[in-house]
């Protein structure tokens, strides 16, 4: 059979409600054309992000309800460990809230004034705990990740060169540790190849510095890993991941993505005195060392899930779908970051309104024009996520359509086409946008605008 199919069939639904425009006119204003500041009851089809609002699985209730709340050494813990020891190869394993509460740990540890942290493009939050700590975060993408029609298989990969000269201008003794982020959320979704991953540690090796993989979508990188990268494809997913892992010295997780489930994180650190330092902070901060602030039946949760995103036919869905989106748009002209990575379809904001400048946000533009239309929340992943407060707007300016996983169907993806689309046909009436008023870091989140 040709037709990918979701692997799996519904048991439990959730009503989604549709809005009149003036409604989503009167809403959007409300909000301050921040759909951060939306209710969620407001929006048709949600694709703001696909972190924590994935469906589980039948699997992962019943976990949920067999978990073990106690405070130390529950079998929930227990459980959740032994999924990530024998997935990635690390024994020493933290449990912590969310991705960014390991990001924090790590940075607060390592980081600090004088310190520079490399990485192929730092996602926000890990930006922000890398700078809150006093360092400074670099992003070395390939000159091809810039080009939103530049088909390279592996554009999530950091660049080797700048790499190395950067451990040269500043000195390896400045730099706690090398970070590559799998896939490259900031820029596009899109896939780092294994010989990158491999080439990023010989360079570890020789300078003598850490390499921390930030793996959020660790399962979705390895899919692109088994069906593009020659020498690839006939090994495992679980092989591939393994690999992945056993190239580095640590990682941050936020199990909301490639966990499957609503909240939770991981810290792997393969160097026992730093794994000690990170224990002693989480159990300051966050939680004994057998809950890291979650309650056992999340610990439980987790486990299936890192178990279930391992599963060949539902990554293969799940890639698909993201690519079945991403064709249709081009097809009707609507430039994307091609060729379309795991988790989200990114439009090009600056060719789909190029009467807009930088300045006045294109891509916020587009996320209000999609909630209006018809009622889907976009995300900017622009000058508004990423400029402001003397940084430089990012080279690209795009909007995320983030496909949440196993939550939408087909003809779901078919009317935020649809949607996209007319949009697009209309899209000179799109306006830019001027802030009113934004906190000093991660100003997406809370920022208001006024249209212009
Ligand atoms: N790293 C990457 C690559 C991420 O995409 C995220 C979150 C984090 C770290 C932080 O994890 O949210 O669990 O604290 N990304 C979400 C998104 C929020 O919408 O892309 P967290």
Redesign the pocket.
């Known amino acids: 059979m040709k037709t990918i199919i979701e692997p799996f069939r519904i048991k439990v639904v959730e009503p989604i409600r549709m809005t009149t425009r003036d409604e989503r006119e009167r809403l959007l204003r409300e909000a301050s054309y921040n759909v951060f500041l939306l209710r969620a009851k407001d929006v048709l089809i949600d694709l ?5 609002t994935g469906a589980m699985s039948a699997e992962q209730w019943a976990g949920i309800m067999r978990a073990d709340e106690s405070y130390a050494g529950a079998v929930s813990f227990y459980r959740f460990k032994e999924q990530l020891t024998s997935m990635t190869g690390f024994e020493y394993v933290l449990p912590t809230h ?6 924090r740990l790590l940075f607060e540890l390592i980081g600090g004034e004088g310190k520079v942290v490399p990485n192929n493009t730092h ?4 930006r922000a705990n890398i700078e809150h700590s006093g360092a400074e975060a670099v992003d070395l993408q390939i000159p091809e990740a810039k080009d939103p029609r530049n088909r390279h298989p592996f554009k999530g990969n950091i660049d080797i060169a700048a790499l190395e000269d950067l451990i040269k201008r500043v000195g390896p003794e400045r730099i706690p540790a090398v970070m590559v ?1 799998v896939t ?3 820029g596009g979704g899109q896939p780092v190849s294994m010989a990158n991953l491999r080439e990023t540690r010989a360079i570890c090796d020789k300078y003598k510095l850490r390499f921390i993989l ?1 793996a ?2 660790f399962a979705e990188n390895a899919w692109f890993i088994k069906q593009r990268e020659p020498g690839q494809t006939e090994r495992s997913i679980r092989e591939i991941v393994r690999e992945m892992f056993d190239l580095v010295d640590g990682a ?1 997780i ?4 490639d966990g499957i489930v609503n909240i939770g ?1 991981v810290l792997l650190i393969r160097d026992e005195s730093l794994f000690q330092d990170a224990s002693n902070l989480l159990i300051l901060t966050e939680g004994y060392v057998t809950y890291g602030g979650l309650a056992g039946r999340d610990l439980e949760a987790m486990a299936q899930g890192f178990e279930e995103v391992l599963e060949e036919d539902y990554l293969q869905y799940r890639i698909r779908s993201i690519e079945y989106l991403g064709e249709r748009l081009i097809n009707a002209g609507v430039q994307i970051v091609e060729p379309t990575g795991g ?1 989200a379809v990114y439009v090009d904001a600056k060719s789909f309104c190029p009467h807009i400048p930088p300045e006045q946000f294109p891509g916020q533009a587009v996320v209000c024009g999609l909630y209006r239309e018809g009622g889907i929340r976009a ?1 900017e992943i622009g000058s508004v996520m990423f400029g402001g407060h003397g940084r430089p707007n990012p080279a690209m300016e795009l909007v ?1 359509l ?1 496909i949440p996983r196993r939550v939408y169907t087909q003809s779901h993806l078919d009317y935020v086409i649809e949607a996209t689309i007319e949009l697009y046909t209309r899209r000179e009436s799109l306006r830019g946008l001027r802030i009113l008023d934004e906190p000093k870091a991660l100003r997406h989140f809370t920022a208001r605008f006024e249209e212009l």
């Open positions: 703001l992000t696909d972190s924590g969310q991705g960014r509460a390991s990001e996602f926000d939050t890990t982020t490259n959320n900031s930030d959020c979508r941050t936020s199990a909301k993505k994180g988790h995300v995320r983030t």
